[in-house]
Nanobody, 117 residues
Framework: QVQLVESGGGLVQAGGSLRLSCAAS????????MGWFRQAPGKQRELVAA???????SYADSVKGRFTISRDNAKNTMYLQMNSLKPEDTAVYYC???????????WGQGTQVTVSS
């Protein structure tokens, strides 16, 4: 059974940092792309950052230069280092795994990130 568990969310002041973790189990995820999404109240879920099995990385324009995605395949864990946080980064953050080419197939339960001004 595939399971993704996020951790590391919390309340932080603007300009601060947080590091999210996504622990995966049930498969060897090194062969698959993974991503971080977020959803703020009243807004659509958006892809924040993605990392392929080969290590190729992409970011949403809104987080470029502030967020860093990484993965430790030996630990089946993905990370999102978030620096210079802004109030508009407030959202529930989800990790997900993409088994195929387009759709993300498995999702975590989400972790709340709140940035106060």
């Amino acid at each position: 059974q595939v399971q993704l568990v996020e951790s590391g969310g919390g309340l932080v002041q603007a300009g601060g940092s947080l590091r999210l973790s996504c622990a995966a189990s049930g498969r060897t995820f090194s062969n698959y792309a993974m991503g971080w999404f977020r959803q703020a109240p009243g807004k659509q879920r958006e892809l924040v950052a993605a990392i392929s099995s080969g290590g190729s990385i992409s970011y949403a324009d809104s987080v470029k230069g502030r967020f860093t995605i990484s993965r430790d395949n030996a630990k089946n864990t993905m990370y999102l280092q978030m620096n210079s946080l802004k109030p508009e980064d407030t959202a529930v953050y989800y990790c997900a795994v993409r088994l195929g080419q387009y759709n993300y197939d498995y999702w975590g339960q989400g972790t709340q990130v709140t940035v106060s001004s």
